[in-house]
């Protein structure tokens, strides 16, 4: 089992994508921003994290 980390903005893709990650007997941790993933990081390890790239950007004013 691995313990992995999916970043998205996209509820929708967070829950499809943990379902089916946690149906092949892995531990996920969904965040929904790039600060959340920070975060989740330094708080505990993970073997795979699955990053939308977008989702850590900074979004301008």
């Known amino acids: 089992m691995s313990s992995i980390l999916v970043v998205d903005d996209d509820a929708s893709v967070l829950d499809v994508m943990s379902e089916m990650l ?8 969904v965040a929904e921003n790039g600060k959340q993933a920070v975060d989740c990081v330094f ?5 795979l994290v699955i990053l939308q790239i ?4 900074k ?3």
Do not use: M
Not at 54 to 57: E, I, Q, V
């Open 22 to 29: 946690r149906l092949e007997g892995h531990s996920v941790t």
């Open 43 to 47: 708080s505990d390890p993970f073997d």
């Open 54 to 57: 977008s989702s850590c950007r």
């Open 59 to 61: 979004k301008k004013a």
